[in-house]
């Protein structure tokens, strides 16, 4: 098996990046496998080099090796997205010419303006605004047709998802099941200054460098259901899926780059490597008291059954054990 860590270098890791590596680790070594790192530098604003090489340290100093990827290389390479944009060109190009995919002038304001939030979590479903009318009935049945003339530039583009549902079992979650038109819809390949999308990229990129396992944190659920309809469109197989709790603040929010006093910066002050993991083994259930451990350590304790559904509160104060 192959798992793979797939960190955005857009800021220092915080514990949660933390958190789930140290998941998607155990979960591909605790069974021989192999572990890859993919950075996804896709968003030229946000993304830095210098990030990046800080996640191979981070990474390296936690103990957690990987056999291919980020800067060591390895057959599957280029391993930053930034370097792929040729393989996703080439995908985009099957995908325009199954007819499916449309130019979309919609901002992201007179979206936010237009259309209320998802009831469940507050995301925005396109409405389709920007749909050409031969593709307005959302049936999967009916015959597409190859565009005449090349892709343009300099505007988003969409691809029409069907009304449809997904079904698929998370190994951690359970059986999940997900209309793509009424809650995902019609969602971004490229965006309008021509930088690649997400779903696009994470989706050639994990066929295409043989990765079987995605562990990922559990706000990205809701994104599997439009990745594996993308993967069955370009004959791809489905890789397994295990997303993770997150780890939370005492307010119930997801711990992000934004809480800095967890940033590996600052931990790195004033924590040996084990204190760390322990922390966090022990957090997820896998330990029973919060001492220090090596990663290495908790590969033969390591089970998803010990890891609960529900979400993490982190109490900044734990840490001084
Ligand atoms: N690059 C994404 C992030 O850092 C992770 C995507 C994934 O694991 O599929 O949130």
Known sequence: MKGRFAPSPTGRMHLGNVFCALLSWLSSRSRGGVWLLRIEDLDPQRSRPEYAALIEDDLRWLGLDWDEGGSTGGSCG????????????????????????????CTRANIMATQAPHESDGRIVYAGTCRPAHLRTGSDLMAFTCPDGPIPEHVKLRLLVPDQTVTFSDMHYGTQSVNLASHCGDFLLRRADGAWAYQLAVVVDDALMGVSEVVRGRDLLLSTPQQIWLARLLGFGVPDHCHHPLLVNESGQRLSKRDSSLDMGVLRQHFLPEQIVGWLAFLCGLTDVPEPVSARDLIPVFDWNKVPEHDICVRKDILSF
């Open 78 to 105: 280029p391993y930053f997205q930034s370097l792929r944009s040729a393989v996703y060109e080439e995908y985009l190009q099957r995908l325009w010419h199954s007819g499916r995919v449309y130019p979309c002038r």
